[in-house]
């Protein structure tokens, strides 16, 4: 059965994310030893592996959030280490862990809040037509438009941090855990705009522990395990393990390197 992610489209050429031996410590914790991947323009990829072996560290360091040892580049142009605006005027934005809404700001505020970057300079009514299209990925944010973000379920929540990601224009999502501690029928509803998303042109990164859900997807998947990134095979043969029962098989190639 063909999956979503069959019917994206991936593009040659230089990859849009490069990440070279990337490295991620907190005082003296290696959250992350060494991790190398590339993804094409156009491709999802799934970050698979048990919680606390360095995948959300991973994605924060790429993103610019906290600082990291090795290179990440984008289009071919590196990013700074520890510089979020370098990575969002590059086009990489990340769509965080457990939402980090602005719980006092309406819904259609939050949203804008993924836009500022390149409506900051223009009045709030023209941003809002710049970026109101997003809401169109998630009909059932129109009636909660001027709700503040507190009031709203866990499950309208994360649809509203996935329209804000939108509202920043990415060339790659990175998405972390986006359905971590859903109800299963909204878990459903994300994985549907996923698989939307996934034949699109923008290259995806999805952080997610139930490798079920991401191969459904994504094209392929890497694992992250105690702060190593392994390669895996793509999505078919993944899918096909999956069906037989246990984890996807990850051959014994790896692409980490001592930091």
């Known amino acids: ?15 849009a994310l490069a990440v070279e031996r990337v490295s991620v410590s907190y005082g003296q914790f290696l959250a992350v030893e060494s991790a190398s991947f590339s993804v094409a323009a156009g491709e999802s990829v799934a970050v698979i592996g048990p919680n606390g072996h360095g995948k959300s560290s991973m994605v924060t360091a790429i993103a610019g959030l906290v ?9 071919g142009s590196v990013l700074p280490s520890g510089d979020p605006r370098a990575a969002v005027r590059a086009g990489l934005v990340l769509v965080p862990e457990r939402r980090h809404l602005y719980p006092a700001l309406t819904t259609r505020d939050n949203i804008m809040l993924g836009s500022y970057a390149h409506t900051r300079r223009i009045w709030a009514r023209q941003a ?3 970026v109101a299209g997003v809401v169109d990925m998630f009909p059932e944010l129109t009636r909660l438009l001027d709700r503040k973000a507190g009031t709203l379920s866990g499950g309208e929540q994360q649809m509203v941090a996935l329209a804000r990601g939108m509202a920043a224009k990415p060339k790659i999502l990175l998405l972390d855990e986006p359905c971590l501690g859903l109800a299963e029928a909204v878990t459903r509803r994300v994985y549907d705009w996923l698989g939307a998303m996934a034949g699109t042109d923008v290259t995806i990164v999805l952080v997610e522990e139930n490798p079920v859900h991401a191969l459904r997807v994504c094209h392929r998947a890497v694992r992250m395990y105690k702060g190593l990134l392994e390669t895996a095979e ?5 899918q096909a393990a999956v069906g037989r029962g246990g984890d996807p098989p990850i051959p014994p190639a790896v692409t980490a390197e001592p930091a």
Do not use: Y
């Open 234 to 238: 793509p999505a078919g043969a993944q």
């Open 1 to 15: 059965m063909e999956s979503a992610a069959d019917q994206g489209q991936v593009h040659a050429g230089p990859p």
């Open 67 to 75: 600082r990291r040892g090795g290179a990440v580049r984008v289009f």
């Open 128 to 130: 809002w037509d710049e």
